[in-house]
């Protein structure tokens, strides 16, 4: 199978901090907390894109866990939330051993990757080097070193994008919308497992290195796994924008240009509170959002095995911004 494409011109943003934007060059103020802030605002996020099929836990610990804040450079992500809001006090109490999460789906989400084929044999996370050689084969590409059974995110219950409210004006069908929609929240799964299993080469087939907050990074490259509740990850609420001019000066000026032509806002609800688990046994839990929040992402569908559809992010941003997201996006 060709290889997966590269993540394109979206790394290697350094951190600045931001008002809680996945997208913008140029620094931000503010202070994003991540899951719990999230959940709390009952976020949406916007997610832009053209169809490109290019190919391309934690247990709970006893000991206390401190609570802190993100700040959120520039280009980052909040996974799917990434908005600056207080986090309030009550969610300190469940930061150690839960976090605000959705209620499992009765279905999962469209275009799930095949049960069979080469990892079939494959029932729980495994070393790549023990599974069937053409199933290695098949994840080599992502640069990983664990693989999921081909079924994991139905076993994470991932669920299906809400109804999409299609505001393009016909540019795209209804169908097109829920797929892309769905296709985000199957991302959000993926990355889900991949900070869950230490895999941070998958999480650039995701989305871009400049959309991975960088204290996440660095905890990933201390061996560190890292903990996301779905209210971190999927929204209760989205909608379907095209991508104006004006749209496209306001990710450049962030520094996340993109030649992406449609947006999905999403609602996130909170609180909301991910954790770091390290393997001296340290848990570090951060605020993600304390309340209801609007979260934009601009990327493109992009489908191929061992994924299936995923949401291929390159620009974001969030309805807290000060320097003025798009009112259509925000306004609804």
Same mark, same amino acid.
């Given at each position: 199978? =060709? @290889? $997966?494409?590269?993540?394109?011109?979206?790394?290697?943003?350094? /951190?600045? *901090?931001?008002?809680?934007?996945?997208? +913008? #060059?140029?620094?931000?103020?503010?202070?994003?907390?991540?899951?719990?802030?999230?959940?709390?605002?009952?976020?949406?996020?916007?997610?832009?894109?053209?169809?490109?099929?290019?190919?391309?836990?934690?247990?709970?610990?006893?000991?206390?866990?401190?609570?802190?804040?993100?700040?959120?450079?520039?280009?980052?992500?909040?996974?799917?939330?990434?908005?600056?809001?207080?986090?309030?006090?009550?969610?300190?109490?469940?930061?150690?051993?839960?976090?605000?999460?959705?209620?499992?789906?009765?279905?999962?989400?469209?275009?799930?990757?095949?049960?069979?084929?080469?990892?079939?044999?494959?029932?729980?996370?495994?070393?790549?080097?023990?599974?069937?050689?053409?199933?290695?084969?098949?994840?080599?590409?992502?640069?990983?070193?664990?693989? =999921? @059974? $081909?079924?994991?995110?139905?076993?994470?219950?991932?669920?299906? /994008?809400? *109804?999409?409210?299609?505001?393009?004006? +016909? #540019?795209?069908?209804?169908?097109?919308?829920?797929?892309?929609?769905?296709?985000?929240?199957?991302?959000?799964?993926?990355?889900?497992?991949?900070?869950?299993?230490?895999?941070?080469?998958?999480?650039?087939?995701?989305?871009?290195?400049?959309?991975?907050?960088?204290?996440?990074?660095?905890?990933?490259?201390?061996?560190?796994?890292?903990?996301?509740?779905?209210?971190?990850?999927?929204?209760?609420?989205?909608?379907?924008?095209?991508?104006?001019?004006?749209?496209?000066?306001?990710?450049?000026?962030?520094?996340?240009?993109?030649?992406?032509?449609?947006?999905?806002?999403?609602?996130?609800?909170?609180?909301?509170?991910?954790?770091?688990?390290?393997?001296?046994?340290?848990?570090?839990?951060?605020?993600?959002?304390?309340?209801?929040?609007?979260?934009?992402?601009?990327?493109?569908?992009?489908?191929?095995?061992?994924?299936?559809?995923?949401?291929?992010?390159?620009?974001?941003?969030?309805?807290?911004?000060?320097?003025?997201?798009?009112?259509?996006?925000?306004?609804?």
């Amino acid at each position: 199978m =060709p @290889p $997966p494409p590269s993540p394109g011109p979206r790394g290697g943003l350094e /951190a600045q *901090p931001w008002t809680g934007r996945r997208s +913008g #060059a140029s620094p931000r103020s503010g202070t994003v907390e991540r899951v719990a802030d999230r959940a709390a605002k009952g976020h949406a996020f916007v997610l832009s894109g053209k169809v490109t099929p290019n190919p391309r836990l934690m247990s709970t610990l006893s000991v206390p866990c401190p609570l802190r804040r993100r700040t959120i450079g520039r280009g980052e992500v909040v996974r799917r939330l990434g908005v600056a809001m207080a986090l309030g006090l009550g969610v300190l109490g469940t930061a150690c051993g839960s976090s605000s999460a959705v209620a499992p789906p009765t279905r999962s989400a469209t275009a799930s990757a095949t049960p069979g084929g080469p990892c079939a044999s494959v029932h729980v996370t495994t070393p790549i080097e023990d599974v069937p050689p053409a199933c290695a084969a098949l994840w080599a590409p992502y640069q990983v070193t664990k693989v =999921p @059974p $081909p079924d994991i995110l139905q076993q994470e219950h991932v669920p299906p /994008a809400p *109804p999409v409210r299609n505001m393009t004006n +016909g #540019a795209v069908s209804d169908a097109d919308a829920q797929r892309w929609a769905d296709a985000s929240n199957r991302d959000s799964g993926w990355y889900k497992w991949a900070e869950a299993n230490g895999q941070i080469g998958l999480l650039r087939h995701l989305v871009g290195d400049a959309l991975i907050p960088a204290d996440e990074q660095s905890a990933l490259a201390a061996d560190a796994t890292i903990e996301l509740p779905n209210c971190d990850l999927y929204p209760s609420d989205n909608a379907l924008f095209e991508v104006g001019a004006s749209d496209e000066g306001f990710f450049r000026e962030k520094g996340l240009p993109t030649d992406s032509s449609f947006v999905v806002v999403g609602d996130y609800p909170g609180p909301c509170t991910e954790s770091f688990h390290y393997p001296d046994g340290r848990v570090t839990s951060v605020q993600v959002s304390s309340q209801p929040t609007r979260v934009f992402i601009a990327g493109r569908l992009v489908s191929a095995a061992p994924l299936g559809d995923i949401w291929l992010g390159d620009a974001s941003g969030n309805c807290a911004d000060p320097t003025g997201p798009p009112a259509a996006w925000c306004g609804r």
